[in-house]
């Protein structure tokens, strides 16, 4: 019964001469790592749901670069960029959605200055949006009561300064929002940034996404609500490292909205 | 030879700026060191910033204790200088607190009462310090080893004694203290100094004039010292970062580069574009303070060594060895020693066989970083510790081709693929089906 999801590509159309109102950039975890597709699926299920004229870039995407500069290498980086933006540049993109911090922070605050200048929001900045303009609505019994804590992506929180809109839209489900002592500013990251996801981590003593993971515990939720693909692996790989598996869920925002969908 | 104090004090006075002076200068010298960096954008902003940071001190409140005794001993400290001013004119001139020739009795009463109470908060603070430095288990105190321990500790001694000095200089003043206007808390020390009006003028001149010495000691202590920071902190926050934190600056020179090998009309044999050798970096990224930029070293002498980023960040939370202050640290005694170094060789730098990458900061360190700007929020004077971590891994990749294992095949895949991971771009929407 599984219900099929539209996803026009910006080939086709720019082979009907139309524009989208919005550019769907669905990242490399969001193409290819299987938690994440879960959660690109249930955004593009949202976009259906509000009848949002959306596209993608398809095969015609490629990485953005981001973990390559973090990593400290600046020439993949700006390749990736400058090709990205050829391609952006030549559909005359003008707004952009990602699900990924990463690619949103890129794409919105390094990408300007080679060349690719575009209006990008993150999906639950979007999912807002949809939800203040009516555009899509939510049940709001799914999660109702159940306890959900945020964790706050590093580069759409501390690195730019969005902490309400995540929260805003995960209100919508009557769920309790409870926070971790250290949120919004002072959260502490899952440990997978500055290219870490694709590492083994440093000698140390514990892993980061365990210590998140603890944190998130003290506040006994039901779910772990993520709003980027890095963080929603490393608290999945904490939640199991605790054997708590059974009893608490990792869900992106997107997931748990199109979860609480009529 | 009524004249031998006023004299002996101005050469006291001239030799004690005169020192700080050229500290301050070297100062500006081994920061000129670095890159030059446009930051003439955005100026009011900046000084709202400086306003805000420096001199509100908004940071410092997120710790709310800390914050609120710092805030006294800054305020006490700032505002007890105004005397200073008095102990210098009376100093070079031979007057005797010359503040009442010039203010009606009851302003300066006000005043000098004001700036008792003032040494006496101070005091406390200055206590309470001591103890969260020394007695309680706060770790990003207790990590403090050596000489950054011992100088967070001579500062509070320094402070004591200038703040005794104080109280003492207007107890033992037996005009000030029968006017009986601003002795608020002077009044009740004057006892224990007995009655004899010799002894008193003695003790009175002795403390007025370690006073106006110890003020001076200090001054010239600043520059060794991670003290620094209450003057540097105002150029520090004004220079601070004003786009968001997560957006890291593109190598101009990569960029050139970059488009170069994109342009399918560029011609490879053609000479490079014009001004070339302008003030591109002479190598990608930094291994040595000379590769930073002004405002990272600027940063580095800036940082009080309060450890409030390593306690935020989680790599060193988890037992790294990374620490956002011990970057700052080592960048600052690197730049120190290449300032001895030109010092010592007529201004010119010798290669030491030394660099802060490997000797000071090591890979180890660099590569725990998941850049995620904790540190950076926590700084309560605008320092930027990740910039500087980028800049090294930037040499490291760049220059040296030394990342580790794992990132050199994500970053092929990268390069082959257009992912961090070997799939092929044209699956990239394989996902609508599955
Ligand atoms: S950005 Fe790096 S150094 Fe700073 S707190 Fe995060 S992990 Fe630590
Ligand atoms: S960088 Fe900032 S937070 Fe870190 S020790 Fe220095 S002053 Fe404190």
């Given amino acids: 019964m599984k219900e099929q999801l539209k996803v026009p590509t910006m080939a086709e159309y720019m082979a009907e001469g ?173 440990g997978a940034g500055g290219a870490q996801m694709f590492k083994e981590p440093e000698k140390g003593d514990k892993d980061v996404n365990v210590l998140r993971t603890e944190q998130a515990l003290e506040t006994t939720p039901d779910i772990i609500a993520t709003g980027c693909p890095y963080c929603n692996t490393m608290m999945t790989d904490g939640i199991k490292a605790k054997e708590k598996e059974d009893s608490i869920i990792v869900l992106d925002v997107a997931e748990l909205i199109a979860n609480d969908q009529d | 030879m009524d004249y031998l104090p006023n004299i002996i004090f101005a050469v006291i006075l001239i030799a004690g700026v005169g020192y700080f002076a050229r500290n301050i200068k070297k100062l500006i010298r081994n920061i000129k060191l670095g890159h030059d960096v446009h930051t003439s954008d955005n100026k009011g902003q900046r000084w709202k910033n400086m306003a805000r940071i420096a001199l509100g001190q908004s940071k410092m409140v997120v710790r709310p204790v800390a914050g609120f005794l ?61 103890l969260r430095r020394n007695i309680t288990n706060i770790k990003r105190f207790k990590s403090l080893k050596g000489w950054p321990k011992n100088d967070g500790n001579i500062i509070l001694y320094f402070e004591v004694v200038l703040m005794c000095l104080f109280l003492v200089m207007n107890a033992t003043d037996t005009s000030f203290q029968s006017m009986n206007a601003g002795n608020v808390v002077s009044q009740y020390i004057s006892p224990l100094f007995g009655d004899n009006p010799d002894t008193l003028h003695l003790i009175e001149r002795t403390a007025w004039w370690l006073h106006i010495i110890g003020i001076l000691i200090f001054l010239n202590y ?66 040595d303070v000379m590769d930073l930029n002004r405002i990272q070293l600027l940063n580095a002498y800036t940082c009080t060594e309060c450890g409030r980023c390593t306690s935020e960040c989680p790599a060193n939370q988890t037992g790294k060895k990374l620490s956002p202050r011990k970057i700052m640290m080592d960048t600052r005694d690197r730049l120190a020693e290449v300032g001895k170094n030109i010092d010592a060789n007529n201004g010119e730098f010798k290669d030491d066989g030394k660099q802060l990458l490997g000797d000071y900061i090591t890979k180890e360190e660099l590569w725990a970083c998941t850049t995620c700007n904790a540190c950076v929020e926590a700084c309560p004077v605008s320092i930027d510790p990740l910039s500087i971590i980028m800049e090294m891994r930037r040499y490291l990749v760049m220059e040296e081709s030394a990342a580790p294992m794992e990132l050199n095949n994500m970053m092929t895949n990268i390069e082959n693929n257009g992912a961090p991971w070997p799939y092929n771009q044209q699956d990239r929407l394989n996902w609508v089906n599955e």
């Fill in chain 1, 18 to 190: 139309k524009q989208p109102e919005i550019l769907f950039w669905v990242g490399s975890a969001g193409s290819y790592d299987d938690r994440a597709k879960k959660i690109t699926k249930a955004f593009v299920k949202l976009l259906n749901n509000a009848n949002v004229d959306f596209a993608v870039l398809g095969a015609e995407e490629s990485n953005t670069g981001d973990v390559a500069k973090r990593a400290g290498n600046e020439f993949l980086f700006q390749m990736q960029a400058m090709m990205n933006i050829e391609v952006l540049n030549a559909y005359e993109i003008k707004r952009i959605v990602t699900c990924d911090p990463h690619s949103f922070n890129c794409i919105k605050n390094e990408y300007p200055e080679l060349g690719g200048i575009y209006d990008v929001i993150h999906h639950t900045q979007y999912i807002k949006e949809l939800i203040d303009a009516g555009r899509l609505s939510v049940k709001g019994d799914t999660y109702k009561g159940k306890r959900i804590t945020f964790h706050d992506p590093c580069y759409l929180g501390r690195a730019n300064n969005e902490f309400d809109a995540p929260r805003n839209v995960l209100q919508n489900t009557n769920a309790t929002l409870v926070e971790m002592k250290k949120h919004k500013r002072t959260a502490l990251c899952c």
């Fill in chain 2, 70 to 130: 710092h805030i006294i001993v800054y305020v006490g400290f700032v505002i007890i200088n105004i005397e200073v001013l008095e102990i210098i004119i009376d100093g070079l001139f031979g007057t005797h607190r010359i503040g009442l020739k010039v203010l009606p009795e009851s302003v300066y009463g006000f005043l000098i009462g004001s700036f008792e109470i003032l040494a006496v908060l101070v005091l406390v603070a200055v206590i309470v310090f001591w």
């Fill in chain 2, 222 to 287: 600043l520059y060794f010292s991670k003290h620094l920071h209450i003057l540097l902190a105002f150029p520090n926050t004004y220079y601070g970062k004003l786009t968001p934190k997560g957006q890291f600056n593109n190598l101009e020179a990569v960029t050139n580069e970059v488009k170069l090998m994109m342009d399918p009309n560029a011609d490879p044999f053609a000479a490079p574009a014009e001004d070339d050798n302008a003030d591109e970096p002479a190598k990608f990224g930094a291994s």
